[in-house]
């Protein structure tokens, strides 16, 4: 991936400077009134493709911020999640010990060791 991304970089650099070569004619960008600015149009167009090019990255970031930020805040939800499954758990393992006396299944478990204990 990263061989096409310099590859279409290049691309672009290569056009930059061939555009420029040809482009050498003075021109005015009038940026706000009162305020011009004169230079040759590849030398404005490099700045025009420069400034966007730095508001990508600039955006890029903003949105990598963001992705970080809200997985940091799905990650505090599930581990809130995980801790009350496991108090969860250890409440129904709690009843289930509580629960298990008084079933019949275990009575004649019970007997039934016994009467092994005395049979030997």
């Not at 599930?78 to 010990?97: F, G, S, T």
């Amino acid at each position: 991936m990263r061989q096409v991304n310099f590859v279409v970089i290049f691309v672009i650099c290569l056009a930059l400077v061939l555009f420029g070569i040809e482009n050498t004619e003075p021109v005015i960008i009038h940026i706000v009134r009162g305020l011009d600015l004169e230079a040759p149009l590849c030398i404005e167009l490099i700045m025009a493709m420069g400034v966007g090019a730095v508001m990508a990255w600039v955006f890029s970031v903003w949105v990598q911020v963001q992705g970080y930020v809200s997985v940091g805040k799905q990650m505090e939800q599930r581990e809130l999640r995980i801790q009350q499954l496991e108090e969860d758990v250890e409440r129904y393992r709690v009843e289930l010990e509580e629960q298990k006396p008084m079933l019949p299944a275990s009575a004649n478990a019970s007997d039934a060791d016994a009467n092994q204990v005395f049979a030997q």
